[in-house]
Protein backbone atom coordinates (compact mmCIF):
# COMPACT_ATOMS: atom_id res chain seq x y z
CA UNK A 1 0.00 0.00 0.00
CA UNK A 2 1.63 3.54 -1.11
CA UNK A 3 0.42 6.46 1.49
CA UNK A 4 1.30 9.89 1.59
CA UNK A 5 0.05 11.02 4.74
CA UNK A 6 0.95 11.92 7.80
CA UNK A 7 -0.99 10.46 10.97
CA UNK A 8 -2.69 12.90 12.78
CA UNK A 9 -1.64 12.18 16.25
CA UNK A 10 2.16 13.28 15.12
CA UNK A 11 0.81 15.86 12.90
CA UNK A 12 -0.21 17.42 16.13
CA UNK A 13 3.42 17.10 17.46
CA UNK A 14 4.68 18.83 13.91
CA UNK A 15 2.22 21.44 13.95
CA UNK A 16 3.11 22.52 17.85
CA UNK A 17 6.94 22.14 16.19
CA UNK A 18 7.12 24.52 13.35
CA UNK A 19 5.39 27.07 15.41
CA UNK A 20 7.86 26.74 18.42
CA UNK A 21 10.72 26.62 15.36
CA UNK A 22 9.39 29.91 14.12
CA UNK A 23 8.56 31.66 17.13
CA UNK A 24 11.03 30.59 20.03
CA UNK A 25 13.93 29.13 18.35
CA UNK A 26 14.74 31.28 15.03
CA UNK A 27 14.91 34.36 16.85
CA UNK A 28 18.10 32.95 18.55
CA UNK A 29 20.33 33.36 15.75
CA UNK A 30 20.26 37.14 16.42
CA UNK A 31 21.21 36.96 20.01
CA UNK A 32 23.26 34.59 20.73
CA UNK A 33 27.04 35.00 20.24
CA UNK A 34 27.72 31.59 19.21
CA UNK A 35 25.52 28.43 18.80
CA UNK A 36 27.65 26.56 20.51
CA UNK A 37 28.70 28.10 23.40
CA UNK A 38 26.58 26.88 26.26
CA UNK A 39 28.33 28.43 28.86
CA UNK A 40 27.85 32.00 27.87
CA UNK A 41 25.25 33.63 29.91
CA UNK A 42 22.50 33.97 26.68
CA UNK A 43 22.82 30.99 26.05
CA UNK A 44 22.32 29.27 29.34
CA UNK A 45 19.17 32.09 30.07
CA UNK A 46 17.42 31.13 26.80
CA UNK A 47 18.37 27.60 25.11
CA UNK A 48 18.09 24.70 28.51
CA UNK A 49 14.52 26.32 28.99
CA UNK A 50 13.15 25.62 25.77
CA UNK A 51 15.09 21.99 25.84
CA UNK A 52 12.89 21.51 28.35
CA UNK A 53 9.82 22.39 26.70
CA UNK A 54 11.09 19.62 23.92
CA UNK A 55 11.54 17.30 26.27
CA UNK A 56 8.16 17.90 27.81
CA UNK A 57 6.28 17.27 24.30
CA UNK A 58 8.42 14.20 24.25
CA UNK A 59 10.38 15.48 20.96
CA UNK A 60 14.05 15.52 22.27
CA UNK A 61 16.46 12.85 20.67
CA UNK A 62 13.50 11.73 18.61
CA UNK A 63 16.16 9.43 16.27
CA UNK A 64 16.86 7.21 19.99
CA UNK A 65 15.18 3.95 20.93
CA UNK A 66 13.37 4.02 24.08
CA UNK A 67 16.67 2.15 25.72
CA UNK A 68 18.72 5.65 24.71
CA UNK A 69 16.43 7.82 26.37
CA UNK A 70 14.35 8.48 23.24
CA UNK A 71 10.71 7.58 22.01
CA UNK A 72 12.22 5.74 18.62
CA UNK A 73 9.91 7.45 16.33
CA UNK A 74 11.98 6.10 13.12
CA UNK A 75 13.53 7.68 10.58
CA UNK A 76 10.32 8.64 8.59
CA UNK A 77 8.43 10.64 11.58
CA UNK A 78 12.58 12.30 12.16
CA UNK A 79 12.56 13.33 8.67
CA UNK A 80 9.20 15.14 8.76
CA UNK A 81 10.67 17.00 11.83
CA UNK A 82 13.80 17.57 10.62
CA UNK A 83 12.19 19.40 7.56
CA UNK A 84 11.10 21.84 10.25
CA UNK A 85 14.29 21.79 12.42
CA UNK A 86 16.44 22.59 9.26
CA UNK A 87 14.58 26.00 9.02
CA UNK A 88 17.16 27.01 11.47
CA UNK A 89 20.30 26.89 13.22
CA UNK A 90 19.04 26.40 17.00
CA UNK A 91 16.78 23.85 16.08
CA UNK A 92 18.50 20.50 16.18
CA UNK A 93 20.47 21.73 19.25
CA UNK A 94 16.78 22.17 21.09
CA UNK A 95 15.97 19.34 20.02
CA UNK A 96 18.97 17.15 21.05
CA UNK A 97 19.45 15.87 17.99
CA UNK A 98 22.37 18.05 16.26
CA UNK A 99 25.56 16.76 14.35
CA UNK A 100 27.82 15.33 15.29
CA UNK A 101 27.05 14.56 18.60
CA UNK A 102 24.00 12.24 17.36
CA UNK A 103 26.22 10.38 15.45
CA UNK A 104 29.05 9.99 18.17
CA UNK A 105 26.00 8.72 20.33
CA UNK A 106 25.08 6.10 18.00
CA UNK A 107 28.34 5.02 18.16
CA UNK A 108 29.44 4.98 21.70
CA UNK A 109 25.90 3.38 21.93
CA UNK A 110 26.76 0.46 20.02
CA UNK A 111 30.38 0.37 20.60
CA UNK A 112 31.26 1.88 24.37
CA UNK A 113 31.83 0.06 27.36
CA UNK A 114 29.64 0.69 30.32
CA UNK A 115 32.08 3.46 31.48
CA UNK A 116 32.43 5.36 28.19
CA UNK A 117 28.15 5.01 27.72
CA UNK A 118 28.33 6.66 31.80
CA UNK A 119 31.34 9.34 31.02
CA UNK A 120 30.55 10.09 27.88
CA UNK A 121 27.26 8.99 26.32
CA UNK A 122 24.41 10.14 28.90
CA UNK A 123 25.88 13.44 29.60
CA UNK A 124 25.81 13.81 25.45
CA UNK A 125 22.25 12.71 25.43
CA UNK A 126 21.06 14.24 28.27
CA UNK A 127 22.24 17.96 26.14
CA UNK A 128 24.80 18.82 28.70
CA UNK A 129 28.08 18.68 26.40
CA UNK A 130 28.79 18.63 22.90
CA UNK A 131 31.83 16.34 21.05
CA UNK A 132 33.56 15.61 17.97
CA UNK A 133 34.21 13.50 15.01
CA UNK A 134 38.22 13.68 14.03
CA UNK A 135 38.65 12.00 11.00
CA UNK A 136 39.78 14.02 8.24
CA UNK A 137 43.42 14.44 7.76
CA UNK A 138 44.98 17.82 6.03
CA UNK A 139 46.52 15.60 3.29
CA UNK A 140 43.33 13.73 2.30
CA UNK A 141 39.94 13.47 3.26
CA UNK A 142 38.09 11.61 0.62
CA UNK A 143 40.03 8.60 0.73
CA UNK A 144 40.65 7.31 4.35
CA UNK A 145 42.97 4.74 3.37
CA UNK A 146 45.56 8.47 3.06
CA UNK A 147 45.38 9.18 6.79
CA UNK A 148 48.26 8.69 8.90
CA UNK A 149 47.59 10.03 12.24
CA UNK A 150 48.73 7.20 14.66
CA UNK A 151 48.24 5.34 17.61
CA UNK A 152 50.70 3.45 19.05
CA UNK A 153 50.20 1.12 22.52
CA UNK A 154 52.47 1.94 25.47
CA UNK A 155 51.81 -0.06 28.41
CA UNK A 156 48.49 0.53 29.19
CA UNK A 157 48.05 3.86 26.83
CA UNK A 158 47.35 5.17 23.34
CA UNK A 159 50.16 7.15 22.45
CA UNK A 160 48.25 9.28 19.69
CA UNK A 161 50.61 11.28 17.25
CA UNK A 162 49.45 13.17 14.15
CA UNK A 163 47.24 15.92 12.24
CA UNK A 164 43.23 16.53 11.51
CA UNK A 165 41.81 18.53 9.54
CA UNK A 166 37.70 20.09 9.99
CA UNK A 167 37.14 18.74 12.98
CA UNK A 168 33.98 20.65 13.82
CA UNK A 169 32.59 22.03 17.01
CA UNK A 170 36.21 20.99 18.48
CA UNK A 171 36.47 23.96 20.84
CA UNK A 172 33.11 23.15 21.79
CA UNK A 173 33.41 19.71 22.93
CA UNK A 174 34.21 17.50 25.61
CA UNK A 175 35.04 14.47 23.82
CA UNK A 176 36.93 13.98 20.42
CA UNK A 177 36.06 10.38 18.56
CA UNK A 178 39.72 9.79 16.87
CA UNK A 179 40.29 7.74 13.55
CA UNK A 180 44.04 6.54 14.04
CA UNK A 181 46.06 4.11 12.56
CA UNK A 182 47.10 1.33 15.19
CA UNK A 183 48.18 -1.12 12.43
CA UNK A 184 49.94 -0.47 9.69
CA UNK A 185 50.82 -3.92 8.77
CA UNK A 186 46.86 -4.95 8.44
CA UNK A 187 45.08 -4.75 4.88
CA UNK A 188 43.83 -1.09 4.27
CA UNK A 189 40.63 -1.57 5.61
CA UNK A 190 41.65 -2.95 8.89
CA UNK A 191 44.72 -0.66 9.65
CA UNK A 192 42.85 1.92 12.12
CA UNK A 193 40.88 2.00 14.86
CA UNK A 194 38.27 4.69 16.69
CA UNK A 195 39.43 6.10 20.02
CA UNK A 196 37.72 8.26 22.34
CA UNK A 197 39.97 11.22 23.60
CA UNK A 198 38.41 13.76 26.03
CA UNK A 199 39.07 17.53 25.13
CA UNK A 200 41.39 17.80 27.96
CA UNK A 201 44.18 15.91 27.27
CA UNK A 202 47.32 17.33 27.50
CA UNK A 203 49.10 16.95 23.63
CA UNK A 204 45.99 18.80 21.74
CA UNK A 205 46.82 21.78 19.97
CA UNK A 206 44.57 23.63 17.67
CA UNK A 207 47.03 25.19 14.98
CA UNK A 208 43.30 27.25 13.76
CA UNK A 209 39.86 27.36 13.87
CA UNK A 210 39.00 27.35 10.65
CA UNK A 211 35.95 29.73 9.32
CA UNK A 212 33.86 29.11 6.24
CA UNK A 213 32.50 32.19 4.17
CA UNK A 214 28.89 32.18 4.95
CA UNK A 215 27.28 28.85 6.05
CA UNK A 216 27.89 28.99 10.00
CA UNK A 217 24.22 30.65 10.31
CA UNK A 218 25.61 33.70 11.00
CA UNK A 219 23.21 35.83 9.02
CA UNK A 220 24.11 39.44 9.14
CA UNK A 221 27.47 39.02 11.12
CA UNK A 222 31.16 38.38 10.46
CA UNK A 223 32.55 34.89 11.41
CA UNK A 224 34.83 35.66 14.07
CA UNK A 225 36.22 32.54 15.04
CA UNK A 226 35.85 29.11 12.26
CA UNK A 227 34.12 26.24 13.70
CA UNK A 228 36.68 23.72 11.90
CA UNK A 229 39.69 22.75 13.71
CA UNK A 230 42.83 22.06 12.31
CA UNK A 231 44.67 19.69 15.21
CA UNK A 232 47.85 18.14 16.31
CA UNK A 233 47.83 15.57 18.54
CA UNK A 234 51.15 15.58 19.56
CA UNK A 235 52.15 12.63 22.54
CA UNK A 236 48.25 12.65 23.28
CA UNK A 237 48.06 9.43 25.85
CA UNK A 238 44.76 7.95 26.71
CA UNK A 239 43.86 5.06 28.42
CA UNK A 240 43.83 1.77 26.34
CA UNK A 241 40.48 1.24 27.27
CA UNK A 242 39.10 4.67 25.04
CA UNK A 243 39.06 2.25 22.56
CA UNK A 244 35.61 1.94 20.63
CA UNK A 245 34.64 -1.40 18.98
CA UNK A 246 37.10 -3.86 18.08
CA UNK A 247 41.12 -2.67 17.39
CA UNK A 248 41.38 -2.45 13.16
CA UNK A 249 37.81 -1.76 12.80
CA UNK A 250 37.54 1.95 12.56
CA UNK A 251 35.56 1.81 8.87
CA UNK A 252 32.81 -0.69 10.35
CA UNK A 253 32.63 1.90 13.30
CA UNK A 254 32.44 4.65 11.12
CA UNK A 255 29.68 3.75 8.86
CA UNK A 256 27.32 2.86 12.12
CA UNK A 257 27.38 7.15 12.61
CA UNK A 258 27.57 8.32 8.41
CA UNK A 259 24.71 6.49 7.29
CA UNK A 260 22.12 8.21 9.50
CA UNK A 261 23.77 11.09 9.79
CA UNK A 262 23.41 12.04 5.90
CA UNK A 263 20.31 11.55 5.90
CA UNK A 264 19.61 13.53 8.52
CA UNK A 265 21.43 16.27 6.79
CA UNK A 266 18.91 15.57 3.75
CA UNK A 267 15.93 16.04 6.01
CA UNK A 268 17.31 18.98 7.16
CA UNK A 269 18.39 20.23 3.72
CA UNK A 270 14.32 19.97 2.54
CA UNK A 271 13.52 22.57 5.32
CA UNK A 272 16.45 25.05 4.44
CA UNK A 273 15.20 24.57 0.47
CA UNK A 274 11.81 25.08 1.38
CA UNK A 275 12.06 28.22 3.40
CA UNK A 276 14.21 29.79 -0.33
CA UNK A 277 10.93 28.43 -1.74
CA UNK A 278 8.48 30.00 0.29
CA UNK A 279 10.59 33.18 0.05
CA UNK A 280 10.59 33.23 -3.31
CA UNK A 281 6.90 32.72 -3.79
CA UNK A 282 6.38 35.91 -1.48
CA UNK A 283 8.58 38.10 -3.66
CA UNK A 284 7.43 36.94 -6.74
CA UNK A 285 3.74 38.16 -5.40
CA UNK A 286 4.73 41.14 -3.39
CA UNK A 287 7.36 42.59 -5.89
CA UNK A 288 6.12 44.92 -9.21
CA UNK A 289 8.37 45.73 -12.26
CA UNK A 290 6.97 47.31 -15.85
CA UNK A 291 3.42 47.53 -14.09
CA UNK A 292 3.16 43.79 -13.22
CA UNK A 293 4.01 41.32 -10.32
CA UNK A 294 6.84 39.07 -11.25
CA UNK A 295 4.47 36.67 -10.35
CA UNK A 296 3.47 37.14 -13.84
CA UNK A 297 6.24 36.69 -15.55
CA UNK A 298 6.63 33.49 -17.37
CA UNK A 299 10.92 33.14 -16.94
CA UNK A 300 9.79 33.81 -13.06
CA UNK A 301 7.33 31.44 -13.22
CA UNK A 302 9.58 28.77 -14.40
CA UNK A 303 11.83 29.58 -12.06
CA UNK A 304 9.03 29.13 -9.12
CA UNK A 305 7.80 25.46 -11.12
CA UNK A 306 11.23 24.11 -11.21
CA UNK A 307 12.05 24.81 -7.47
CA UNK A 308 8.91 22.80 -6.61
CA UNK A 309 9.81 20.34 -8.91
CA UNK A 310 13.08 20.06 -7.49
CA UNK A 311 12.07 19.99 -3.86
CA UNK A 312 9.37 17.68 -4.03
CA UNK A 313 11.51 15.15 -5.61
CA UNK A 314 14.18 15.14 -3.56
CA UNK A 315 11.87 14.92 -0.80
CA UNK A 316 10.41 11.85 -1.99
CA UNK A 317 13.66 10.08 -2.21
CA UNK A 318 14.63 11.03 1.25
CA UNK A 319 11.16 9.89 2.84
CA UNK A 320 11.21 6.67 0.94
CA UNK A 321 15.23 6.17 1.78
CA UNK A 322 13.47 7.01 5.19
CA UNK A 323 11.05 4.28 4.89
CA UNK A 324 13.54 2.19 3.71
CA UNK A 325 15.90 2.41 6.73
CA UNK A 326 12.78 2.00 8.75
CA UNK A 327 11.44 -1.16 7.23
CA UNK A 328 15.37 -3.11 6.99
CA UNK A 329 16.90 -1.59 9.77
CA UNK A 330 20.23 -1.99 7.97
CA UNK A 331 22.30 0.64 6.88
CA UNK A 332 24.35 -1.31 4.57
CA UNK A 333 20.88 -2.49 2.28
CA UNK A 334 19.84 1.28 1.64
CA UNK A 335 23.73 2.26 0.89
CA UNK A 336 23.00 3.47 -1.94
CA UNK A 337 19.85 5.00 -1.38
CA UNK A 338 21.77 6.93 1.04
CA UNK A 339 24.01 7.99 -1.28
CA UNK A 340 21.69 9.23 -3.97
CA UNK A 341 19.84 11.54 -1.33
CA UNK A 342 23.64 12.52 -0.23
CA UNK A 343 24.62 13.18 -4.11
CA UNK A 344 21.55 14.92 -4.91
CA UNK A 345 21.33 17.27 -2.05
CA UNK A 346 23.93 20.17 -2.42
CA UNK A 347 22.34 20.68 -6.12
CA UNK A 348 18.57 21.23 -4.89
CA UNK A 349 19.82 23.45 -1.78
CA UNK A 350 21.65 24.90 -4.33
CA UNK A 351 19.10 25.42 -7.41
CA UNK A 352 16.83 26.38 -5.31
CA UNK A 353 18.33 29.19 -3.05
CA UNK A 354 20.00 30.46 -6.49
CA UNK A 355 16.78 31.28 -7.82
CA UNK A 356 14.75 32.86 -4.36
CA UNK A 357 18.12 35.11 -4.72
CA UNK A 358 17.61 35.69 -8.32
CA UNK A 359 14.27 36.96 -7.76
CA UNK A 360 15.38 39.13 -4.78
CA UNK A 361 17.45 40.94 -6.78
CA UNK A 362 20.24 43.05 -5.09
CA UNK A 363 18.67 42.78 -1.47
CA UNK A 364 18.91 38.73 -2.31
CA UNK A 365 22.45 38.78 -2.57
CA UNK A 366 23.07 40.79 0.68
CA UNK A 367 23.55 39.35 4.55
CA UNK A 368 20.16 40.92 4.53
CA UNK A 369 18.73 37.79 3.42
CA UNK A 370 19.88 34.24 4.42
CA UNK A 371 20.38 33.09 0.43
CA UNK A 372 24.01 33.39 0.25
CA UNK A 373 24.55 31.34 3.87
CA UNK A 374 22.04 28.64 2.09
CA UNK A 375 24.44 28.84 -1.05
CA UNK A 376 27.47 28.19 0.93
CA UNK A 377 25.63 25.39 2.84
CA UNK A 378 25.09 23.82 -0.47
CA UNK A 379 28.78 23.31 -1.13
CA UNK A 380 29.18 22.10 2.50
CA UNK A 381 26.78 19.41 2.01
CA UNK A 382 28.56 19.20 -1.47
CA UNK A 383 31.55 18.06 1.01
CA UNK A 384 31.32 17.16 4.36
CA UNK A 385 30.61 13.02 5.14
CA UNK A 386 32.11 12.19 1.62
CA UNK A 387 31.94 14.15 -1.43
CA UNK A 388 29.46 14.25 -4.18
CA UNK A 389 31.65 12.27 -6.60
CA UNK A 390 32.59 9.54 -4.40
CA UNK A 391 28.57 9.29 -3.15
CA UNK A 392 27.89 8.47 -6.78
CA UNK A 393 30.62 5.98 -7.13
CA UNK A 394 29.13 4.30 -4.62
CA UNK A 395 25.03 4.44 -5.85
CA UNK A 396 26.39 3.30 -9.14
CA UNK A 397 28.46 0.07 -8.04
CA UNK A 398 25.07 -0.45 -5.96
CA UNK A 399 23.15 -0.46 -9.10
CA UNK A 400 25.54 -2.22 -11.11
CA UNK A 401 26.71 -5.20 -8.70
CA UNK A 402 24.37 -7.96 -9.47
CA UNK A 403 23.43 -6.70 -13.65
CA UNK A 404 23.59 -9.57 -15.83
CA UNK A 405 25.91 -8.91 -19.08
CA UNK A 406 23.67 -9.30 -22.45
CA UNK A 407 23.90 -13.47 -23.32
CA UNK A 408 24.90 -12.02 -27.18
CA UNK A 409 26.55 -9.70 -29.20
CA UNK A 410 23.28 -7.27 -28.81
CA UNK A 411 21.31 -5.74 -25.67
CA UNK A 412 18.67 -7.63 -24.63
CA UNK A 413 16.63 -4.57 -25.48
CA UNK A 414 17.58 -4.76 -29.56
CA UNK A 415 14.20 -4.61 -31.40
CA UNK A 416 14.99 -6.85 -34.13
CA UNK A 417 15.13 -9.80 -31.64
CA UNK A 418 12.22 -8.79 -29.57
CA UNK A 419 9.78 -8.35 -32.74
CA UNK A 420 11.14 -11.84 -33.75
CA UNK A 421 10.06 -13.57 -30.19
CA UNK A 422 6.87 -11.35 -30.71
CA UNK A 423 5.72 -12.98 -33.74
CA UNK A 424 6.84 -16.09 -32.77
CA UNK A 425 4.88 -15.88 -29.38
CA UNK A 426 1.32 -14.95 -31.64
CA UNK A 427 2.32 -17.20 -34.63
CA UNK A 428 -0.78 -18.70 -34.35
CA UNK A 429 -3.47 -16.30 -34.03
CA UNK A 430 -1.44 -14.04 -36.24
CA UNK A 431 -1.60 -17.12 -38.96
CA UNK A 432 -5.31 -17.50 -38.22
CA UNK A 433 -6.63 -13.54 -38.19
CA UNK A 434 -4.19 -12.99 -40.92
CA UNK A 435 -1.15 -9.83 -40.81
CA UNK A 436 -2.94 -7.42 -42.41
C1 LIG B 1 31.23 21.91 6.71
C2 LIG B 1 32.13 20.72 6.84
C3 LIG B 1 32.18 20.04 8.05
C4 LIG B 1 33.04 18.97 8.20
N1 LIG B 1 33.14 18.35 9.41
C5 LIG B 1 34.01 17.34 9.61
C6 LIG B 1 34.16 16.73 10.89
O1 LIG B 1 33.50 17.11 11.85
N2 LIG B 1 35.10 15.77 11.04
C7 LIG B 1 35.86 15.34 10.00
O2 LIG B 1 36.68 14.44 10.21
N3 LIG B 1 35.74 15.89 8.75
C8 LIG B 1 34.85 16.88 8.54
N4 LIG B 1 34.73 17.48 7.30
C9 LIG B 1 35.64 17.08 6.23
C10 LIG B 1 34.95 16.25 5.15
O3 LIG B 1 34.70 14.95 5.60
C11 LIG B 1 35.91 16.29 3.93
O4 LIG B 1 35.89 17.62 3.44
C12 LIG B 1 35.52 15.33 2.82
O5 LIG B 1 35.67 13.99 3.22
C13 LIG B 1 36.39 15.59 1.57
O6 LIG B 1 37.75 15.55 1.91
P1 LIG B 1 38.72 16.77 1.47
O7 LIG B 1 38.09 18.04 1.92
O8 LIG B 1 40.07 16.45 2.00
O9 LIG B 1 38.72 16.74 -0.09
P2 LIG B 1 39.62 15.80 -1.06
O10 LIG B 1 39.65 14.40 -0.54
O11 LIG B 1 40.92 16.49 -1.32
O12 LIG B 1 38.72 15.85 -2.35
C14 LIG B 1 38.65 17.05 -3.13
C15 LIG B 1 37.77 16.82 -4.31
O13 LIG B 1 38.27 15.79 -5.15
C16 LIG B 1 37.21 15.17 -5.83
N5 LIG B 1 37.20 13.72 -5.53
C17 LIG B 1 37.56 13.12 -4.38
N6 LIG B 1 37.40 11.78 -4.47
C18 LIG B 1 36.94 11.54 -5.71
C19 LIG B 1 36.58 10.35 -6.43
N7 LIG B 1 36.65 9.13 -5.86
N8 LIG B 1 36.14 10.48 -7.72
C20 LIG B 1 36.06 11.71 -8.30
N9 LIG B 1 36.39 12.85 -7.66
C21 LIG B 1 36.81 12.77 -6.40
C22 LIG B 1 35.91 15.82 -5.33
O14 LIG B 1 35.55 16.87 -6.21
C23 LIG B 1 36.34 16.37 -3.99
O15 LIG B 1 35.50 17.43 -3.53
C24 LIG B 1 33.84 18.54 7.10
C25 LIG B 1 33.77 19.22 5.88
C26 LIG B 1 32.92 20.30 5.74
C27 LIG B 1 32.89 21.01 4.42
Not at 17 to 28: C, N, T, W
Not at 196 to 224: C, H, M, Q
Amino acid sequence: MWEFETDADYQKDLDWAEAFVRDEVDPLKYVLPHALERKHPIWQALVPPLQREVRARGLWATHLGPDLGGPGHGQVKLALLNEILGRTPMAPIVFGCQAPDSGNAEIIAHYGTAEHKAKYLKPLLAGEIFSCFSMTEPQGGSDPKEFTCSAVLEGDEWVIEGEKWFSSNARHSEFFIVMVVTDPQNPPYQRQSMIIVPADTPGIRILRNVGISFGEGTVGRPVEEGGHAYIRYEKVRVPKSNLLGERGKAFVVAQTRLGGGRIHHAMRTIGMAKHAFELMLERAVSRRTQGELLAKKQLVQEMVADSWIDLEQFRLLVLRTAWRIDRYKDYKRVRGDISAVKAAMPGVLHRIASRALQIHGSLGITDEMPFMDMISNAYHLGLADGPTEVHKVTLASSLLRNVKPAEGLFPSGHVPAAREAAFAKYAEVLEKVGRD
